[in-house]
């Protein structure tokens, strides 16, 4: 089986939890609920390498998938419609996809709000003010309210990474110099 076969079949199986629990929420007025869901979920995924092991792991039977879980999410508060889906997808073993799942909600909530989600990556974290500046250049870029997700990857050296949908500005200085040490190989 091909690796995009299998990332495909993550993100199709994430997709229809993310939709069916994105229209539930949004029919019953709950989308701010969600966010917040959608929100925490992608911090602990970010945050706990043991959350992804354990969510990707085979050894982990059923029933403990599903009560660590219910413990995640009664200690995280997430709203009882989240914790039902992420339940749901532990007992259908499922719950590997999770980070697809928070991603796809982020996209329809943003999708509702009329905001497009930017993906920005810089050497050092970010102040508010900077995170602000960013937000009202894309803005006036995209003609559309922005919503930032910022990361730090301290190997960029300096500078940012911006993705924001099919789009990329790479302005950091690894890809600078990456650039320079390409055209000295071809010069010499």
Not at 4 to 15: D, K, N, R, Y
Not at 58 to 83: F, H, I, N, Q, Y
Not at 86 to 102: C, D, N, S, W
């Amino acid at each position: 089986m091909d690796v995009s076969e299998t990332a495909s079949i993550s993100a199709s199986i994430a997709g229809r939890y993310a939709q069916a629990l994105f229209d539930i929420c949004k029919e019953g007025g709950d989308l701010e609920a969600l966010e917040a869901d959608a929100d925490a979920l992608a911090g602990a995924l970010d945050a706990s390498d043991e959350l992804r092991a354990v969510i990707a792991s085979p050894r982990v039977s059923r029933d403990e998938m599903v009560s660590m879980v219910g413990a995640l999410a009664g200690a995280m508060g997430l709203s009882k419609m989240t914790a039902n889906t992420l339940g749901l997808m532990a007992e259908k073993r499922r719950l590997f996809t999770l980070p697809q799942f928070v991603s796809g909600l982020h996209a329809m909530i943003a999708a509702e709000k009329g905001e497009v989600e930017a993906q920005v990556t810089s050497a050092v974290a970010l102040s508010d003010e900077q995170k602000t500046k960013i937000a009202d250049l894309l803005r006036v870029r995209f003609g559309r309210n922005i919503k930032l997700n910022t990361s730090v990857d301290e190997e960029l050296i300096g500078g940012l990474i911006v993705k924001v949908g099919s789009k990329m500005i790479d302005t950091s200085i690894r890809t600078r110099l990456a650039n320079l040490q390409n055209a000295m190989k071809e010069v010499g």
